[in-house]
């Protein structure tokens, strides 16, 4: 009798960040949850992942401060006039 091969299903799953590290909780749970991710790291695990996002945005703002102002902004207040038009803090 010879052995069957075990058939293997991926799936894509995607975890959104929105502007400034906002993230859906219940999307985020739920999602951790079909990882097999354990209920009392989840929350761990959120919070690390809103403060990588929190620390992108900011790298981002920075840069493109830079760019525009020539100085990295960090003097500078986070206010429509001094990012521009387009760009939404």
């Known amino acids: 009798m010879a052995a069957q091969a075990r058939e293997w299903t991926f799936?894509?799953?995607n975890f959104v960040t929105?502007?400034?590290g906002a993230v859906v909780e219940d999307d985020?749970?739920?999602k951790l949850e079909k990882l097999n991710v354990q209920a009392e790291?989840?929350?761990?695990?959120?919070?690390?992942h809103v403060q990588r996002m929190c620390e992108a945005h900011d790298t981002v703002m920075r840069s493109y401060y830079e760019?525009?102002?020539?100085s990295s902004g960090a003097d500078a207040?986070?206010?429509m006039e001094n990012i521009g038009e387009q760009v939404y803090v």
């Open 18 to 20: 929105g502007r400034r």
């Open 77 to 79: 207040t986070t206010s």
């Open 67 to 70: 760019q525009i102002h020539g």
């Open 11 to 13: 799936e894509e799953i």
């Open 28 to 30: 985020f749970y739920n």
């Open 41 to 48: 790291k989840r929350e761990k695990i959120l919070l690390a």
